[in-house]
């Protein structure tokens, strides 16, 4: 099955990309880290995870812009199924999905604590207007973004 696949069933992946176009900026470095939702998910995992690549990569007190998405498994039906992948499914830029992020412990806690919370009720308003309803969570998708000289 798809979902054994290792980009499913690692607890953790990253990339680290140069952009020269990236969500409507110039010289973008992106970092995109994805938790999947494996036995090995928790608070404890994810943060140690984030404190570790984003000091890294970025540094303490650097400021970055987060974009926070999911990959889900979605469900049509009783037999039928889909994989929504978070960067390939997104038509559009929307702004309003960003926020800032400053690398400090306090901060990062506060992340994680947000990435834990299960999405489904909220990510299956996405859907109303389709006949497909949100089965699982499969990976939260976190993209850190900064600007280069």
């Known amino acids: 099955m798809i979902l054994r696949a290792p980009y499913f069933s690692t607890p953790v992946t990253e990339s680290w990309t140069d952009y020269f176009y990236y969500r409507g900026k110039m010289k973008a470095s992106v970092l995109t880290l994805r938790f999947n939702n494996t036995p090995e998910f928790s608070?404890?995992?994810?943060?140690?995870?984030?404190?570790?690549?984003?000091?890294?990569?970025?540094?303490?007190?650097?400021?970055?812009?987060?974009?926070?998405?999911?990959?889900?498994?979605?469900?049509?039906?009783?037999?039928?199924?889909?994989?929504?992948?978070?960067?390939?499914?997104?038509?559009?830029?929307?702004?309003?999905?960003?926020?800032?992020?400053?690398?400090?412990?306090?901060?990062?806690?506060?992340?994680?604590?947000?990435?834990c919370i299960d999405p489904t009720r909220i990510l299956d308003n996405k859907f109303l207007s389709s006949s497909v309803s949100v089965d699982r969570m499969l990976a939260v998708v976190c993209s850190f973004m900064v600007l280069r000289p």
Do not use: C, K
């Open 43 to 115: 608070a404890d995992m994810v943060e140690h995870r984030l404190l570790e690549r984003l000091y890294f990569y970025f540094g303490s007190m650097s400021t970055v812009d987060v974009i926070v998405d999911y990959d889900v498994l979605l469900r049509d039906g009783r037999d039928s199924f889909y994989i929504w992948r978070s960067n390939s499914n997104r038509h559009h830029v929307d702004q309003s999905d960003e926020f800032q992020l400053t690398i400090l412990p306090p901060q990062i806690h506060e992340l994680t604590n947000r990435l």
